[in-house]
Structure formats: C-alpha cells, structure tokens
C-alpha cells in the first residue's frame, strides 16, 4: 500500500494542512492566526472565523506543494479532537465534504497522538518501541508511553493548567503578547535563572500542576511592582529565565522518574512548548548524564502542523481506521482509548 492522503488541522489557532504520499510528508502549509495576539489568549469564535478563511487557500497550497491532484488522494484526515469545538468543526466539516466528494475514506486523527507522531516526520526517528513521550503544548502535558505508533497510553498529566498555558499567562501577567511562551524563550536567554525562584508543587505520581507556580509568579510580581513600578521592565530578562528554568526543571524531574519507572530510555518530546530552546537544551544534557537516546522534533514540527496529523493518518490508514461521515468533533478526548 502506498496511500496518498490530506491531512487538515485546525483545532487551535493555526489552520494548517499536509500531504503524507507512502508515510512521507511530501507537503506541509500553516497559517498563524495573529488575531488573538492583543487578547492574551486564543478567542474561540475569532479562531473559527480566521479558519474559515484559511482552510481553502491552505488546502490548495499543501497539495500544490506536494503536486498532488485531487484524484490521486488516497483518504483525507482530519484532527477530530482535543481542541475548541468551533474550530475543530471547520477542519471536521471541510475534510467530510471532501470524502463525500471525491469518495475516499476519512480519518479522525488524534490531536495529542498526532503531536507525539511529530518525532516520524523526518529522521532520525525512533527505531522501535517503547519510548517515552513528555509532550507539552498549550492545552496539554503528558507523559505518555507510546507502545507502538497506534497505542499510546497516558503515564501522568496535569492536574490543572498546561506548561504552555503557564508560560503563556505568567507571559500577560508582565504585559507580553499572546501566545508569549516563545517571547519568554527569546528574553530568558539574556536573563539569569538563579535571580528569582519559585516553588515546585510536587504532585503524586507521574502528574503534574502548574497553578501554583502561576500564581507565585503573580505574587511575587505584585510584591516588587507595590515597591517599584519598573520592576517588570528592569527585570524581564531574569524574570523569564527563572520562570522557565522552574517549569522546565518541573517537567524533567517527572520525565527522569518515569524513565526510572518503567526501565525505558527512549525519550521523545514534543508539543509547541518542545520548540523552547531551554527545554531542548536542558532534555540533551539530562539525557546525556542518564545515558538515554533522545529525539526532538524540528522546531515547525513541534508547534501545531498537520504534517504530524498526517503521520498519524498513514499510520491508520494502514490499520484501516477510518471513520463515519457522521463523526462528530471531540473537543475533549483522551488519547487512549482512540
Ligand atoms: O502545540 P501547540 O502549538 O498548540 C496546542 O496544542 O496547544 O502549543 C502552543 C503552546 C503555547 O502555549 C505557546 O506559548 C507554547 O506552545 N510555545 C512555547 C514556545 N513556542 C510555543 N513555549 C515556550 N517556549 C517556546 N519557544
Ligand atoms: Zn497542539
């Protein structure tokens, strides 16, 4: 079988889509949806409506890219959930249109399965299973085991907040822009992590919390800001290098336990918050010392693509997991069972 297949993504602010022609990504489109960047957050009905607007031209360019024509795809996928409903109905809505069309199989992806796929795009890859996955996004972090590339099982998860979503509201507690984990990443470079420091909640398991790093970071901003209203402005350097050095620190600490754990020291990342340089650079150095093999994906792969999602879809279409032209989006969905 050497399928050729549409994969669409659109469960967040980015609308993207990608051609996969024998499980290699052969094209791969994103639009950015810079519209919610004043709001301190994605806005759900300016996502739907941005889109409605992208996902054609979006669609076009991946299979110009890819040089593909409509007759020759094989299935079309799409990301069916977790994500906002009203966006996730754009990709739904399109990918069933164009299945009904073109009379071709339809494949509901997993948004998280997908993102620990992201590692399959290019290599060097995995060469066998198990490996441990710690993928951390905006709306999720997991550790997950990934047993083989269509069974995956959740180790630990936040109990509350995402990683990305903490890096992104200390981001607006300082004034920073939506999403303001990559502009906190820019100014801890210049910045010393030991200036400032938070506490650890040190969750049961492999689990994870984030409130509450969150909210000592708003504390200790309203302390110092009470004494001197440039704090923000004369500290933001130090201040984005301590918080991330702590949620980092947050997140390798469980990673290394589940490593001890299970015995598995195959280690991936992934998600958006995988493409923060002090996570990547943090993950070799711990993977050095403890003797594990480590893959991280390209930074365009470890924000939302749907290059990933159509890694997944090869994978299923292999497994003939297809799916109904009634299949309604998930907005909550948890990644096993599928
Ligand atoms: O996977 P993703 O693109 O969307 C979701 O599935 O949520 O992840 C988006 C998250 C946002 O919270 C964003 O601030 C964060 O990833 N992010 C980063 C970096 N790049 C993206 N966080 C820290 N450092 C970065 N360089
Ligand atoms: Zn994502």
């Known amino acids: 079988m050497s399928p050729t297949i549409l994969a669409i993504e659109s469960s967040c602010d980015e609308t993207a889509a990608a051609v996969v022609h024998c499980g290699e990504v052969v094209s791969n489109v994103v639009a ?15 996502a739907s409506r941005a889109h409605q607007q992208h996902v054609v031209p979006v669609v076009d360019q991946a299979l110009q890219q890819a040089k593909v024509t409509l007759n020759m795809l094989n299935a079309v996928a799409f990301t069916r959930g977790p994500g906002l409903l009203g966006a996730l109905l754009v990709g739904t809505s399109f990918a069933k249109s164009m299945a009904l069309a073109l009379g071709i199989p339809l494949i509901a992806v997993h948004h998280m399965h997908a993102h620990a796929l992201a590692n399959f795009i290019e290599p060097p890859v995995p060469s066998s299973f198990p490996f441990l996955c710690l993928n951390v996004s905006g709306g999720h972090t997991q550790l997950i085991l990934a047993k ?16 990305g979503e903490a890096f992104d509201k200390v981001g607006k507690c300082m004034g920073l822009p939506y999403p303001a984990g990559p502009l906190i990443d820019r100014y801890a470079q210049q910045g010393d992590p030991h200036r400032f420091t938070f506490p650890n909640t040190r969750m049961p398991r492999l689990d994870f919390s984030f409130s509450g790093i969150k909210t000592a970071f708003l504390y200790l901003l309203r302390k110092h800001i009470a004494q001197d209203a440039s704090f923000v ?6 201040l984005c290098a301590s918080i991330q050095s702590a949620l980092v620190n947050m997140v390798l600490e469980k990673l290394k336990l589940a490593a001890e754990q299970t015995g598995i020291h195959t280690i991936t990342l992934a998600g958006g918050v995988a493409a923060n340089s002090g996570l990547r650079q943090q993950l070799r150095r711990l993977a050095k010392a403890e003797g594990w093999e480590v893959f991280i994906p390209a930074l365009e792969f470890c924000t939302d693509n749907a ?10 279409y292999l497994a003939k997991d297809f799916c109904s032209l009634d299949t309604m989006p998930k907005p909550r969905w948890p990644i096993n069972p599928t």
Do not use: C, F
Not at 307 to 316: K, R
């Open 32 to 46: 950015t949806q810079a519209v919610h960047s004043s709001y301190g957050g994605v806005v759900p009905e300016l």
């Open 233 to 238: 402005s004369k500290y933001r350097n130090d």
């Open 148 to 163: 083989d590339y269509l069974d995956m099982q959740v180790l630990g998860q936040t109990q509350d907040d995402a990683i």
């Open 307 to 316: 290059a990933m999602v159509a890694m997944a879809a090869h994978y299923q």
